[in-house]
């Protein structure tokens, strides 16, 4: 949880103030609100990790408060589940994540993109494994030596070998037609590096056992304990199509974590973790790989100040003018005080005795 943060310091205001007139004008940049625009509607996540902020009220505008467990991604608040990784470290005993929170769906295509970061890139860990009908691995991701799948037991590796101890951002793609000269693409930190033909005409089916961190073993129903993963991975999300390369470059961009998988979605892991791993958060992409293209806290306490501006409306502040106190108010208002002085003077004429203001929002 963040604290409240600081208010009203993303506006620019210009006041002219006189003893009749005073007036407000009203600038705030919206540029923040536009990141998240794009497409929304085929990314969409579950709501309930999602709020629209509380702003309170204070006399110089309006502060942003996300609440416990969540915070302002430029956008919305979002949960801290949504940010967080999970931490594959030891290598014994068994670790791993079942999907638990959802049936893994039918799929003649997917896009699966997460991010990770291997601390042993020579060990052969497993990303992920899918088993249906006694059949293991028909599904399976590795990250070394070299990153490899398999799709329908068909197997690829690739050159392409992980680098220990950095974020990478992966996305495989693949669908089951064989229009496409390649059906498979591989992108890495939102760029395409690879592409193939692998497993035409497959359906991977649904309702099996989807685990992160270990494969499953052939004969029965226990882990191959050679594969276990020995890295921390984060947001991995699983779409019902293969995207296309500014999809998945978009993807990898993002900083908001708004886009979720319609097949499956991180947070759809959250109660399956099982032995010595951990469940971290924020998840650390955000700081320590996306510093610089995505807006700093201070920035981010702005927009979110400004978006409950904008969503309270304008207003003109409390402050102190000429020994008056003028209390805060919305735009397009005015205000009218007995001007101290004043009060006891013999001439009663309204224009002297009282001072207005008006608060006028451009
Ligand atoms: C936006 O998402 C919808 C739903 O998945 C999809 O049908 C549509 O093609 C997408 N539009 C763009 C421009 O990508
Ligand atoms: C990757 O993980 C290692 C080990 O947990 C950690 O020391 C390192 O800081 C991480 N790298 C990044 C870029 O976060
Ligand atoms: C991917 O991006 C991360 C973080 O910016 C960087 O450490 C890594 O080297 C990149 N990898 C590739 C293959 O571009
Ligand atoms: C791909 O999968 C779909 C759904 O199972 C199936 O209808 C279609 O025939 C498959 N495509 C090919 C080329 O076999
Ligand atoms: C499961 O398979 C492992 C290795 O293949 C074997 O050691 C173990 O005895 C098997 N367990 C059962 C219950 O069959
Ligand atoms: C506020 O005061 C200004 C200047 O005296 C005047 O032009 C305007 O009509 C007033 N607005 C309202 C809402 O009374
Ligand atoms: C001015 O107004 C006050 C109160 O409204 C009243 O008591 C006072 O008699 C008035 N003075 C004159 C000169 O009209």
Sequence with gaps: MKPEFAVGRHLSIQLFWTLVIVCLQW??????????KHNLSSYECHDDYYNIPYCRDHPDGYGCVCGPGFYWNTY???????????????TGPTRYTLLLDKTFPTLSGFTIAFWINVSD???????????????????????????KFSINLEEKETDFRVQPFQWHHLALTWTNSSLDENNWHLYVNGSRIRSGKLAYGYTIPMGGEFVLGQSW??????????YPLDADLVHLNIWD?????????????????MYCGNAVQWVEFRSGTRGAMRMRWPSGVF????????????????????????????????????????????????ISVLCPTFEDMTDNSTALRYAQRSCQAN
């Design 27 to 36: 600038t705030v940049s919206i540029s923040a609100r536009q990141v998240a």
């Design 76 to 90: 919305k608040c979002i949960s801290m589940a949504i940010d967080s990784r999970f931490e594959f470290k030891a």
């Design 121 to 147: 890139a020579s060990n052969s860990g497993t990303i992920l494994s899918y088993k249906c009908g006694g059949r293991a691995n028909i599904l399976r991701m590795m990250s070394g030596p070299y990153l």
């Design 217 to 226: 073993g052939q004969t029965n129903d226990t882990f191959d304990q050679r």
């Design 241 to 257: 199509y293969p995207m296309r390369t500014e999809e998945v470059r978009y993807l990898h961009s993002s900083c908001t974590f």
């Design 287 to 334: 700081s320590d790989v996306m510093d610089g293209k995505c807006v700093s806290e201070a920035e981010s306490s702005d927009s979110c100040d400004t978006f409950c501006s904008e969503y309270k409306g304008a207003q003109c502040n409390e402050e102190i003018k000429e020994n008056i106190l003028w209390s805060r108010q919305k735009a397009d208002q005015n």
